[in-house]
Every structure is written in structure tokens, then in C-alpha cells.
Antibody, heavy 120, light 107 residues
Framework: VQLQESGPGLVKPLQTLSLTCSVS??????????WSWIRQPAGKGLEWIGR???????SYNPSLKSRVTMSLDTSKNQLSLKMTSVTAADTAVYYC?????????????WGPGTQVSVSS | DIQMTQDPSSLSASVGDRVTITCRAS??????LNWYQQRPGKAPKFLMY???RLHSGVPSRFSGSGSGTDFTLTISSLQPEDFATYYC?????????FGQGTKVEVK
């Protein structure tokens, strides 16, 4: 399984950030996995943004829930992330990852990440 | 949210050293604790789940222990490729939260 994030590297404040994660080797509509987004500001730790199941069911981090929407494009085998009203605090590397939920819950593998900067 | 605190934030070690990193949860998470390794400029790599269960392909020099609120990651004999930052993550209660990371540097 391989994942690859893509999107604009620069977004203006208060605009909407849109990212795509292309998945190969596994169907995003599989009922075996979830797909998560995680972000990491430069030099800082990791923050889980949310996840989407193959059926389209979503779960978001409450701290971002009001601004985040995740969706699947099964025809392209992609997942997408939209985040509205971005500020400089949203500047980070954004990762997508396959999220295994069985007796335990883990993220593997991860995409290489895509840098997003919020600036006018 | 459950707060995860790692100690130390950084450490210096030499190849062959035994290294131990601790991770503490602000409330009990049973054994729902993962470990990831992140090399500079790379995505995190999954190492371990369930506090002590090695992911497939992870070298046996990595081990984990703990339950409840206190956990450890041990590298029995540090190898050159192990110099990296390590993160713990709890998945007991959503949202899954990460520790701030422990950077293992060359002494």
C-alpha cells in the first residue's frame, strides 16, 4: 500500500485548504480500513485531524471539527481533506495514513507528507 | 483530550547503547499505546501497538512495556539507523493523541 498527498503549498489566510491523498495497493472503499489525516507543524509534534471509513463515515478531532471535511473519491481511489478559514496556525506538513482499527488502532503506512503554508 | 508526556525530550547516545524512552498518559489508557519512529524529513514509521506488540518487520532490538498510564520503549542496542525522533500515541479515547516526541541524537 502506498499513499501520496498533494495540494497547493501555499494558502491565503481565511481561505479553504484542499488536499488529496492518492492510494495505491488498497481500495479506499475497503471495509477493512479507515483513512486518517495527521499534521505536524515544523519542529513540533503530531496532531490527528480525523479519519474516514470506506463507507464514508467520518470522525474528526473536536478541536478542528467545525472547519474540517473529509471525503472519498472511489473512482480515483483518493481521499480528500478540506479545512476552512485557515490561519498561520494551520501551517504544517499534512500526512495521510491508513488507519487500522481492530482490537487496537494504529496508523500504517503513511504518505510522505505535503507542506502547507498559510500566508498572504 | 488525554495528554501524553514523553521523557526525555532528547537524549544523546552511542551505537550499541541501551536506550529507554518513557511515555506517560494523563489518565489510564490500558495498553492502547503505539510507538512511531520519525527520521528527519520523513514520515513517521509505525513500530509497535498494544504497548508491546512489534509491528511486522520491526527489529527485535525494539521492545515496549507498560499498561495503565506508564509506558516505555527500549532499544536494546542502538544502531545507526535508530537515530530519530520517537513518538508515543494513545488510541484508547478519541482523539488519539501523541506525545511531544523524544529525539535520539548521536553522542
Amino acid at each position: 500500500v502506498q499513499l501520496q498527498e498533494s495540494g497547493p503549498g501555499l494558502v491565503k489566510p481565511l481561505q479553504t485548504l484542499s488536499l488529496t491523498c492518492s492510494v495505491s495497493g488498497e481500495s479506499v472503499s475497503s471495509r477493512s480500513y479507515y483513512w486518517s489525516w495527521i499534521r505536524q507543524p515544523a519542529g513540533k509534534g503530531l496532531e490527528w485531524i480525523g479519519r474516514i471509513y470506506g463507507s464514508g463515515t467520518t470522525s474528526y478531532n473536536p478541536s478542528l471539527k467545525s472547519r474540517v471535511t473529509m471525503s472519498l473519491d472511489t473512482s480515483k481511489n483518493q481521499l480528500s481533506l478540506k479545512m476552512t478559514s485557515v490561519t498561520a496556525a494551520d501551517t504544517a506538513v499534512y500526512y495521510c495514513a491508513r488507519n487500522v482499527l481492530r482490537s487496537f488502532d494504529w496508523l500504517d503506512p503513511w504518505g510522505p507528507g505535503t507542506q502547507v503554508s498559510v500566508s498572504s | 483530550d488525554i495528554q501524553m508526556t514523553q521523557d526525555p525530550s532528547s537524549l544523546s547516545a552511542s551505537v550499541g547503547d541501551r536506550v529507554t524512552i518513557t511515555c506517560r498518559a494523563s489518565e489510564t489508557i490500558n495498553d492502547h499505546l503505539n510507538w512511531y519512529q520519525q527520521r528527519p524529513g520523513k514520515a513517521p514509521k509505525f513500530l509497535m501497538y498494544g504497548a508491546s506488540r512489534l509491528h511486522s518487520g520491526v527489529p527485535s532490538r525494539f521492545s515496549g512495556s507498560g499498561s495503565g498510564t506508564d509506558f516505555t520503549l527500549t532499544i536494546s542496542s542502538l544502531q545507526p539507523e535508530d537515530f530519530a525522533t520517537y513518538y508515543c500515541q494513545q488510541t484508547y479515547i478519541s482523539p488519539g493523541t501523541f506525545g511531544q516526541g523524544t529525539k535520539v541524537e548521536v553522542k
